[in-house]
Nanobody, 114 residues
Framework: VQLQASGGGLVQPGGSLRLSCAAS????????MGWYRQAPGKQREWVAT???????NYRDSVKGRFTISRDNAKNMVYLQMNNLKPEDTAVYYC?????????WGQGTQVTVSS
């Protein structure tokens, strides 16, 4: 399984970005996909998760601002990020959990700065 993340960039506080992650390879039909992030000098932290059936979960600091979604037919997961704050600055990694394994994408940089 390979994951390719894209959509990061530089945005001003209050702005929006949409991250995408494409999964390819031998993908089990039932899986969980989501996003982590890692800021400079900090540990990687979980951001959001979505199941094949569409159940979502978010870390408290992004609730109401971030929306995770997926397209099962295309094996894609998205993270719509609105009202971005400087503390959202990080490298964002997508992941896929299936058959007791976790697969990671390569990361995409999100920088929130004026």
């Amino acid at each position: 399984v390979q994951l390719q993340a894209s959509g990061g960039g530089l945005v001003q506080p209050g702005g929006s970005l949409r991250l995408s992650c494409a999964a390819s390879g031998s993908i089990f039909s039932i899986n969980v996909m989501g996003w982590y992030r890692q800021a400079p000098g900090k540990q990687r932290e979980w951001v959001a998760t979505i199941s094949t059936g569409g159940t979502t979960n978010y870390r408290d600091s992004v609730k109401g601002r971030f929306t995770i979604s997926r397209d099962n037919a295309k094996n894609m997961v998205y993270l719509q990020m609105n009202n971005l704050k400087p503390e959202d600055t990080a490298v964002y990694y997508c992941y896929l959990d299936a058959t007791s394994r976790r697969y990671w994408g390569q990361g995409t940089q999100v920088t929130v700065s004026s």
